[in-house]
């Protein structure tokens, strides 16, 4: 069997993808958003392609209200080539949040609970900037195997939501976020948080949906 590559830095691979930016429609994007407290609000969708090594192809999606700077949500979707798995997770510290999200690039990030280590999937993290309350998560399958990884366990969605001002951050905003991200596999689009016993919202398969 071909040995499976492993994948480490994914900083590495956001920043060589950047170099193939391009904005796509809601009914291109691999990703789709639908963001508590930012749901009017339409989010912009971007393909980067894949990086120099051709072992991660990344998709993202944003939205942010301008009127209140601190409200956003800002999500990466990576996913390796077959017979590649993720070994790791990303950091999900002040230094990633600097170097990930370009609003943040400036400012003073202080992680309040850092996210435990990484394990089978899900991971989040709290931070504060410029007084917002804000979470850090990643929904990655991370693993030593040595099998052929599934299309679900090759998919990572790691990303940062800071809520409007007088909104608590609390567990259960966080789990709205996490079930508000979208992915499509296989050519059908379906919640990147696994376990959610909800139908897709309408308006997300309506606007997912490609014409022609």
């Known amino acids: 069997m071909r040995p499976l590559v492993v994948l480490i830095a994914v900083l590495l691979c956001l920043s060589a993808a950047h170099a193939q930016e ?3 429609s809601v009914q291109e994007s691999r990703i789709l958003l639908l963001a508590p407290y930012l749901e009017d609000v339409a989010p912009t969708y971007q393909h980067f392609g894949w990086n120099a090594r051709a072992s991660v192809e990344t998709a993202y999606a944003g939205v942010a209200r301008q009127n209140v700077p601190a409200s956003r949500a800002q999500v990466y979707l990576l996913q390796t080539a077959p017979l590649t798995y993720w070994r ?19 400012k003073a990030v202080q992680v309040m609970a850092p996210a435990p280590s990484p394990g089978p999937f899900l ?12 979470a850090a998560f990643e929904l990655r399958h991370v693993t030593n195997d040595t099998g052929t990884p599934t299309v679900e366990q090759r998919q990572s969605v ?14 259960a905003l ?23 016993d909800k139908p897709i919202p309408p308006d997300i398969l309506r606007a997912a949906q490609r014409q022609g």
Do not use: H, M, N, Q
């Not at 790691?158 to 567990?171: E, F, N, W």
């Open 158 to 171: 790691s990303g940062i939501y800071c809520p409007p001002t007088g909104v608590a951050l609390d567990d």
């Open 123 to 134: 991971r989040v993290a709290r931070f504060e900037v410029d007084g917002a309350k804000c």
């Open 22 to 24: 391009k904005r796509v």
């Open 88 to 106: 790791s997770g990303s950091a999900l510290d002040e230094a990633w949040v600097r170097a990930t999200f370009s609003y943040f690039k400036d």
């Open 174 to 196: 966080i789990r709205r976020v996490l079930e508000g991200i979208f992915v499509r596999r296989d050519g059908r689009v379906e919640r990147a948080l696994s376990g959610v």
